[in-house]
């Protein structure tokens, strides 16, 4: 599996950190994890990242039958990623559902083109979500085993997401 963080979204707000400082997390994440691989491939492009053009290099460097994973919260703005046909012809999209969704409801959301192109995965609840974590740090308030100790060791050596 491989984790790339992206240069710049263009559906989100500006990340709260540097391009350089979140691929560090996710190298520290990944440390002890052998079927994971980091891919710095949208940082070094720079600009703004769409996962079409990621695939498509990918698949020139290194044809495969790729998966795309994104949780299904992102799957309600499919329609407006930069070429979602061409994206659902070099990739299978798989859709990570997590409570409070069902598959049921996110299956419904699927629109219909695409419907025998994406794969629905069901995910064990986890009672964190990155805002969480942002906010406790920059409270002071201990994080527990809600981060990597790798993870939590950058973050403090950094003063990130702190006052």
């Known amino acids: 599996m491989i984790f790339m963080p992206v240069s710049r979204n263009p559906l989100k707000h500006k990340p709260v950190t540097s391009t350089k400082m979140r691929l560090a997390m996710t190298e520290a994440l990944l440390a002890d994890e052998p079927k994971t691989a980091v891919s710095n ?86 009672d964190v979500a990155s805002f969480d974590i942002r906010d406790r740090l920059h409270r002071g308030k201990p994080l527990g085993e809600m981060v990597p100790k790798g993870v939590l060791d950058y973050i403090d050596q950094n003063k990130l997401y702190r006052n």
């Not at 409801?105 to 609840?125: A, C, F, H, N, W």
């Open 41 to 126: 491939l949208e940082i070094v492009r720079g600009g703004q990242s769409y996962a079409v053009d990621t695939l498509a290099e990918l698949q020139a460097a290194q044809p495969a039958d790729y998966w795309f994973i994104i949780g299904a919260d992102a799957l309600k703005d499919l329609k407006l990623w930069k070429n979602p046909d061409r994206l659902l012809n070099l990739c299978r999209l798989a859709v990570a559902v997590r409570p409070p969704l069902t598959e049921e409801q996110v299956r419904s959301r699927i629109p219909e083109e695409y419907r025998g192109k994406i794969d629905l995965i069901s995910m064990t609840p986890m």
